[in-house]
């Protein structure tokens, strides 16, 4: 059971804004820890998609955006492309001194 | 540019001690602020964190996995190696390691991660 939970799977078409949440507590996210995201293509690493709350990587699409308010944050995909079928992953550090990830959101573009 | 590569026995059997090494270049890892972790993923499932080993050699650990886990750093070869003793088919897992970096006292993201090398636990 992992500490920040996620929705398993979210679905748009093309064109299409989603979110996908990440709820923490008081101890990570609701801490003032910040938040990161990262999108997994299958059969590949992790990819740093967002760090520190809101804050793009160079060569991150625009598209792409994070915000965090209270215990959870959200990423959020707007113009969704095919391209962005993946698991997308949040992280944050715990007040245990644990680093903790997301069970993950399969995102499907109809 | 940076780039980390993992590598290490792809089948190991129950009880053994895991050894993995990750391989890294284009920073170093006795620069104020470095450090790198240790991250798997089970087939089908999701990430978890296993351990972090900054560039002051403070380690922080995953609190489930403490007791089985070991990480050391050789700063003059660009290597971390991680330990992970009794191994069980559970642990079978892909296996990454990646930069981080320090914030405020705290392990920041993941920005650059190694390709993963695939470790089977198995009699």
């Known amino acids: 059971q992992s500490v920040l939970t996620q929705p398993p799977s979210v679905s748009g078409a093309p064109g299409q804004r989603v979110t996908i949440s990440c709820t923490g507590s008081?101890?990570?996210?609701?801490?003032?820890?910040?938040v990161h995201w990262y999108q997994q293509l299958p059969g590949t690493a992790p990819k740093l998609l967002i760090y520190?709350?809101?804050n793009r990587p160079s060569g991150v699409p625009d598209r792409f955006s994070g915000s965090k308010s209270g215990t959870s944050a959200s990423l959020a995909i707007t113009g969704l492309q095919a391209e962005d079928e993946a698991t997308y992953y949040c992280h944050s550090y715990d007040s245990s001194r644990s680093v903790s990830f997301g069970g993950g959101t399969k995102l499907t573009v109809l | 540019q940076i780039t980390l590569k993992e590598s290490g026995p792809t089948l190991v059997k129950p009880t053994q001690t895991l050894k993995l090494t990750c391989t890294f270049s284009g920073f170093s890892l006795s620069t104020y602020g470095v450090g790198v972790g240790w991250i798997r993923q089970p087939p089908g499932k999701a990430l978890e964190w296993l351990v972090l080993?900054?560039?002051?050699?403070?380690?922080r650990y995953s609190p489930s996995l403490r007791s089985r886990l070991a990480i050391t750093k050789d700063t003059s070869n660009n290597q971390v190696v991680l330990a992970m003793t009794d191994m069980d088919p559970v642990d079978t897992a892909t296996y990454y390691c990646?930069?981080?970096?320090?914030?405020?006292?705290?392990?920041?993201?993941?920005?650059?991660w190694g390709q993963g090398t695939t470790v089977t636990v198995s009699s």
């Open positions: 080993i900054y560039w002051d050699d403070d380690k």
């Open positions: 990646a930069h981080t970096w320090q914030y405020r006292g705290t392990p920041y993201g993941f920005d650059v």
């Open positions: 520190g709350d809101s």
């Open positions: 008081n101890s990570n996210i609701g801490a003032g820890f910040d």
